[in-house]
């Protein structure tokens, strides 16, 4: 998207809302590693490729997906505390996105601003204070708080409720589809940032 729209959709904003993983951070070949290292427990082996096809689904819809391919029933429990522990144990290895998080650092201040992922909280919150971002934003609402995954528009609206402003007056930055199209279920305008200059 030309930088000209995007400064035509901040001028229109009150607030603005942005993902975390593939949005702020750059955090897929850690969790590539993360989940191969969870679903290893149930004997089978998760390849790169699977979980970049797949990445940014919450937690539960990508231990479906795996169990439908593999024809496994995961211990969940034990299969997430594994890639949480190797995440975190990773945290060092993460970078922010640049041309994303310059945005959120310009409008530090100036605008109300959240973060609402689709991931949980024992891993949104240590990645953004992990990249010095944490401190940017006025509220971070994780599927701990909502229950419903994106494309459900549930994350987008807790934000907007906390930061106090009506959605339509929200600007969204998101990376995957699902995202994107929670954003406009919650009736905001939204910025695909697959289509911004990135440089994790």
Not at 55 to 64: C, H, K, N, Q, T
Not at 102 to 118: F, T
Request: charged share 25%; with cysteine; aromatic share 8%.
């Amino acid at each position: 998207m030309p930088t000209a729209n995007i400064d035509a959709l901040l001028a229109k904003a009150d607030a603005l809302i942005f993902d975390c993983d593939g949005t702020l951070i750059e955090t897929a070949s850690l969790y590539a590693r993360a989940w191969a290292s969870g679903f290893a427990l149930s004997g089978k082996n998760m390849s790169a490729d699977w979980y970049q096809a797949r990445a940014g689904l919450s937690e539960y819809v990508l231990m479906d997906a795996f169990e439908e391919q593999h024809g496994v029933k995961l211990d969940r429990e034990a299969t997430v505390a594994k890639m949480r522990e190797t995440f975190l144990n990773e945290l060092a290895l993460l970078r922010e996105i640049v041309v994303v998080a310059a945005i959120a650092r310009r409008n530090h201040g100036e605008r109300p601003m959240a973060v609402a992922s689709g991931g949980p909280a024992a891993i949104v919150e240590p990645s953004l204070k992990a990249t010095g971002l944490y401190g940017l934003f006025d509220a971070v609402v994780t599927l701990d708080d909502v229950g419903r995954a994106k494309p459900a528009p549930d994350l987008f609206l807790e934000a907007a409720r906390r930061l106090g402003v009506p959605p339509e007056r929200c600007l969204v930055f998101e990376d995957s589809f699902q995202g994107i199209e929670a954003a406009r279920q919650a009736r905001m305008h939204v910025v695909d940032v697959a289509g911004l200059d990135i440089v994790p």
